[in-house]
């Protein structure tokens, strides 16, 4: 009896320690894949004139993604602009100023945002964005404009839920021996909160950015996708992913391993954020 | 002049009260909005008939069926899956640089954007493994792209389930795969539900990663390899091809509340384990 119970110990253990490569495997795939086909063309066209090429005729055997990697940069840095000061403030309030009851109703709706599905902000975005920015500002309003305000409120969920943490675990101590040297409250968050949850902070910004580049249907809709580097924040634009997504059904040969290409880019730039983002959120939970 | 700090702490403090209510103000006007402008083409009819003339017509029941499909499929896949992993991690090693290893694994996974997984269950599933635009395609595609929530929230789930029961269990001289199938698992059930039904949110949700594994064929599948539409896939080919507005608002609505239903439930198991434990 003993002896049954010894052998399905081990046998579960090994089933267990199989599931968990899993995770790793699947990683390993969608790497090998997505280099595997996005590589040769690389070493076919060259690096240079794909990265920093200007021209993509993916049919005439010009690959440049230069202008995307920029409009990838530029909406980032829109969605971050608009993003980051609303979303941190969120998380400032649910952690220092809103009543337990409050917090309890709050967070849950704030988090509610992030399940919203990205077509659906896409077309709320086209329906009432895009012709806000078209009469009140100018241009065809499917622009950079457009994009970071749309992206600006899809990584919100990301940034609150994140700093929200970051600032929660800030010991009350802190707080305490700031209140008994006479500060407000506002001089206390400012001056002691917030520099002591930085790292967070930075982290909770750096996957929001991670969110927004790797963002795709929702930018499609709204950005306009002009093959060319916006020059004022009323161009069109058209970033990696949406690179992708746009050509993937009916690309064949070198245009589709252009668009693998794109994706290898990509990914480069994600797994850089992520592992910026993770050195963060760690070095905070160190402290 | 100076101003005074107790004038600024109340400006500061009205300005963050402004800052949050504004913010849910977003979700409370996304939501309005959808369910004014798609309620009125709601009906029966709308939700059990399929869709005719690309959409213009009829209703969307096949899309809820590729729904329905592939997202139960991927759940199904990806929950052992997800809930052994965190067993793993938490009961049967300690930290070490394999666990690492996978804790990097899980983590890079989620940080991958949907476009990644589409453009990986295209090449993978679709072409190389000859699964063409199916529903296999799709839900191997999309139980990969679930599998860390479930891992991540999983995992929460399990380490919150108090030593003592574990110690009581283990002095009554049960193994540990009896000390976690018996009292583990079912005092993290609301946890590991969490995560099931954050993940179903997500799927229904998905567009990128489904449209190139899945296809967009509106037929009913009958068989694993067919293509198939999901609600999300047919709102954003409505809305982007301008083929209907009000089919647009319809679809959305049904969409938008199944997730807001589905995430509403995940919160709830949420707060039963946390007040079970805390």
């Not at chain 1, 089933?15 to 490569?21: N, R």
């Not at chain 1, 802190?174 to 001056?191: L, V």
Request: charged share 15%; net charge positive.
């Amino acid at each position: 009896m003993k002896r049954i119970n010894f052998t399905k110990e081990h046998f579960v253990k090994y089933v267990l320690t199989i599931f968990a490569l899993s995770s790793l495997l699947f990683l390993f795939l969608i790497f090998i894949f997505i280099l595997f086909e996005g590589l040769p063309l690389f070493h076919k066209i060259g690096l240079k004139n794909i990265i920093f090429g200007f021209k993509w005729a993916p049919t005439k055997g010009s690959f440049g993604i230069f202008p995307m990697i920029v409009s990838s940069f530029l909406v980032t840095l829109g969605a971050l602009f608009v993003g980051a000061p609303m979303g941190l403030s969120c998380a400032i309030y649910l952690s220092e100023y809103s009543g337990k009851k409050m917090k309890m109703f709050l967070k849950p709706a704030l988090e509610l945002l992030a399940g919203i599905p990205s077509v659906v902000y896409g077309f709320l975005g086209v329906v009432y964005i895009v012709p806000f920015v078209r009469n009140y500002f100018g241009g065809a309003g499917f622009s950079l404009l457009s994009t970071s305000i749309i992206l600006g409120v899809m990584i919100l969920p990301t940034i609150i839920s994140i700093s929200f943490d970051a600032i929660t675990s800030v010991p009350k101590t802190y707080r305490e021996g700031s209140f008994a040297m006479g500060a407000t409250k506002w001089q206390t968050i400012y001056k002691v909160v917030i520099p002591s949850a930085k790292s967070g902070i930075l982290a909770s910004f750096i996957l929001g950015m991670g969110r927004a580049i790797g963002e795709t249907m929702a930018v499609i809709m709204v950005a306009g996708n002009a093959l060319k580097i916006p020059t004022s924040i009323l161009d069109p634009l058209r970033t990696l992913t949406s690179n992708i997504a746009l050509e993937l059904a009916y690309a064949t040969g070198d245009h589709r391993l252009g668009l693998f290409s794109t994706g290898v880019v990509l990914l480069v730039i994600i797994m850089i954020l992520n592992y910026i983002a993770n050195f963060g959120i760690k070095k905070k939970v160190i402290r | 002049m100076r101003i005074k700090p107790r004038l600024v702490d109340k400006i500061v403090r009205l300005f963050f009260n402004f800052q949050a209510f504004f913010t849910v103000g977003i979700l409370v006007v996304i939501v309005a909005v959808i369910f004014f402008k798609g309620a009125p083409h709601i009906s029966l009819g709308f939700i059990f008939s399929s869709p005719e003339d690309m959409g213009r017509h009829g209703g969307i029941f096949s899309t809820i069926i590729g729904t329905v499909l592939l997202v139960l499929l991927s759940i199904f896949l990806a929950t052992p899956l997800g809930v052994g992993t965190a067993i793993f991690l938490t009961e049967y090693t300690k930290e070490s640089i394999f666990t690492k290893f996978i804790r990097f694994g899980v983590e890079s996974l989620a940080g991958i954007p949907s476009i990644l997984y589409g453009l990986f269950g295209f090449i993978f599933f679709v072409i190389k493994l000859k699964m063409g635009w199916s529903v296999l395609s799709g839900m191997l595609t999309i139980t990969i792209m679930i599998l860390p929530t479930i891992i991540r929230t999983s995992e929460e789930a399990i380490k919150a389930v108090p030593r003592n029961l574990r110690i009581v269990s283990y002095s009554l001289s049960a193994t540990r795969w009896e000390t976690v199938k018996k009292v583990v698992i079912p005092s993290a059930v609301p946890g590991i539900l969490t995560g099931i039904m954050l993940s179903v949110g997500r799927a229904v949700g998905e567009t990128a990663a489904v449209i190139f594994t899945m296809g967009s064929s509106l037929r009913l599948p009958t068989s694993l390899m067919d293509s198939s539409r999901t609600m999300a896939v047919h709102f954003y080919i409505l809305a982007r091809e301008g083929i209907s507005m009000e089919k647009a608002y319809a679809t959305a609505l049904v969409l938008v509340m199944s997730i807001l239903i589905i995430n509403i439930i995940a919160y709830y198991l949420m707060n039963k384990m946390i007040s079970k434990y805390s």
